[in-house]
């Protein structure tokens, strides 16, 4: 079975409750949780100013991988993966910024890369911007997981289509 890496950031549970997922399904080799370095704070909807904010500015906060399983921070090597999962929430309409931080550190040139991205309706171009920021690399098996539109936990996208997705990738 191939080597498949899941890397994801998850402010509020969402991306994570599918990142866990794919690791209990697929067997996924390790699941690293992305943190920024300097935690937002506020309400739901301060949080989503600074988001626009950021977003806008193209600001990239420095982060920290913390492997899922043993919660300790780990250096992660790309090499040792097969399959890269990327898993991020929509923030106004492409990756969250912390994972704008992580998709310019490496080279994704001839890797294997999964995007998904859950969201509350407004998918935007997060894929596109996967695209781009990715350069030569094919994304393969893209997938999209819709939540309440309010920010809440309540998922849309039935769980019947997201097994079905995370069995997909056995036959990349
Ligand atoms: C700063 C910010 C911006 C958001 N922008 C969008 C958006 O453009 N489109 C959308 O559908 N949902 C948007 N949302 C909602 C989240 O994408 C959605 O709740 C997601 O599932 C949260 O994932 P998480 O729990 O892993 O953080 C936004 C949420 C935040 C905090």
Redesign the pocket.
């Known amino acids: 079975m191939a080597r498949l890496l899941v890397v994801y950031y998850?402010?509020?549970?969402?991306?994570?409750r599918i990142a866990k997922r794919i690791a209990e399904k697929y067997d996924a080799e390790r699941v690293v949780k992305i943190e920024t370095a300097t935690p937002y704070t506020g309400s739901?909807n301060d949080?989503?100013d600074q988001?626009?904010r950021e977003v806008e500015s193209g600001f990239q906060p420095e982060i920290r991988f913390v492997d899922a399983a043993s919660g300790k921070e780990v250096n992660l090597i790309l090499d040792d993966f097969d399959i890269i999962a990327i898993g991020t929430?929509?923030?106004?309409?492409t990756y969250a910024p912390a994972v704008s931080t992580f998709l310019q550190m490496f080279d994704w040139n001839g890797r294997t890369v999964v995007p998904f991205q859950?969201?509350?309706?407004?998918?935007?171009h997060v894929m596109a911007d996967f695209k781009k920021a990715c350069g030569g690399t094919a994304l393969r098996n893209k997938f999209d997981i819709q939540?309440d539109s309010t920010?809440g936990n309540t998922q849309i996208t039935s769980q019947i289509d997201v097994d079905v997705w995370i069995k997909s990738l056995n036959n990349i």
């Open positions: 998850s402010l509020s549970g969402n991306t994570e739901y949080i989503v988001g626009q929430p929509t923030w106004w309409y859950t969201h509350g309706g407004w998918k935007g939540f920010g």
